[in-house]
């Protein structure tokens, strides 16, 4: 399970790279540092998308090594193939949702001129400084969501690291204390 949430991780901090470098190149090489608010809004929903899949794959990481360590008897039933797919996909799915519901409503905004953000990677509040109309139910549901794909998944790994760290330290031997603070 754990190689194959490593491999999610893996593919996607290669597209993160995708997310930015590409404009950043353009950006270097024809000195126009200007996005377009659509271009913005797809680049911000990508870096979205895969910031959040970041948070919900490390706090499941977490969650597998606590299992290896403070449970490794149920290890292998808690944590099967299954299960561990689940994750993966409940982590993509739930975060295509969420930026899509963000994006959805970045785009029923009116921007002010001009709809060009001066710089190469766009980034939330940029988005809402270009808004002419009202942007409170946007900034709103953005802190909810926020808070809920990163304190969520920050409190989950906090609370797996500490069983984990409890565990070690109870274990009687060093040796065994070795071996498991080194999985």
Partial sequence: PM?????NLSCLEICYTSTILPRML?????GDRTVSVTGCMVQFYWFGVLLTVEC??????SYDRYLAICKPLHYATLMNVRFCMQLAAGSWL??????AMIIYLVSQL????PNEIDHFFCDFTPIIKLACSDTNLI????????SLC??????????SYVYII?????????GGRQKAFST
């Fill in 26 to 30: 353009a950006s270097f090489l024809t």
């Fill in 150 to 159: 990163t304190l969520f998944p920050f409190l989950l790994t906090l609370l």
């Fill in 139 to 146: 900034l709103v549901l953005d802190l909810l969501l926020a």
């Fill in 110 to 113: 009116a921007f002010c001129s």
């Fill in 3 to 7: 190689y194959f949430l490593l491999g």
């Fill in 166 to 174: 409890v565990t070690i330290l109870r274990i009687p031997s060093t």
């Fill in 56 to 61: 919900y794959l490390l706090a499941s990481m």
């Fill in 94 to 99: 739930s975060s295509f949702i969420i930026l």
